[in-house]
């Protein structure tokens, strides 16, 4: 696939198919993440895959911690973020791969560790749909973050987001993009 269409083409997916994905299939769109840019290459992103049972563990106890995140976002985020929020976690439980992602680097010691984790997001995304995959990225979970670390028992590093993953049973329409983005300010033919 041409990186360009793959730019193009990659949507949020909220619905997938109960297939099982390959490991190594897998393991391939991880490794994509590992070679994105970062800060002082400190690379300091973090993924923990979860399937199975222990997939299953963990999207039990967020939809139990659903209506702790739907208060706390109160105010800060829009009814739509809010719906959207509430529509992942109630259908994400069908992909059939959880990805957690963490950061090594607090972003109160450094923002640059937060854009670094997002590089390496972006390449797990963009991968993951040349592979045929559907992803969803949300970050309403850093609203718990200590409760997530603590389930995982990962407490010495930073929730950034979670990504599902699977082969994808919907095929969202693309937004369209906003108007003048872009200011140019010399350019010379």
């Not at 706390?72 to 069908?94: V, Y």
């Not at 997002?118 to 991968?127: G, Q, T, V």
């Not at 997530?148 to 919907?170: H, Q, S, W």
């Amino acid at each position: 696939m041409e990186l360009f269409e793959a730019i193009r083409g990659r949507r949020s997916v909220r619905k997938f198919k109960p297939d099982r994905i390959d490991k190594k299939i897998v393991a391939e769109v991880i490794k994509a993440a590992l070679w994105a840019p970062s800060y002082l290459d400190h690379q300091n992103w973090w993924f923990v895959v979860l399937t199975g049972e222990e997939k299953e563990r963990l999207y039990s106890f967020l939809n139990e911690r659903f209506q702790y995140i739907v208060s706390a976002m109160e105010g800060e985020l829009s009814e739509r973020t809010k719906t959207i929020t509430a529509q992942f976690l109630s259908s994400s439980g069908r992909a059939p791969v959880l990805i957690v992602v963490f950061s090594e680097i607090s972003s109160s010691s450094s923002h640059n560790a937060i854009l670094s984790v997002a590089a390496s997001i972006e390449n797990l995304l963009l991968a993951a749909y040349s592979k045929g995959l559907g992803s969803c990225w949300t970050s309403g979970v850093i609203y718990i973050s200590e409760d997530v670390g603590n389930f995982l028992n990962i407490l010495d590093k930073e929730l950034v987001a979670l990504i599902t993953l699977g082969y994808p049973d919907e095929s969202p329409s693309p937004h369209q993009r906003k108007p003048d983005k872009v200011i140019w300010k010399v350019f010379d033919d």
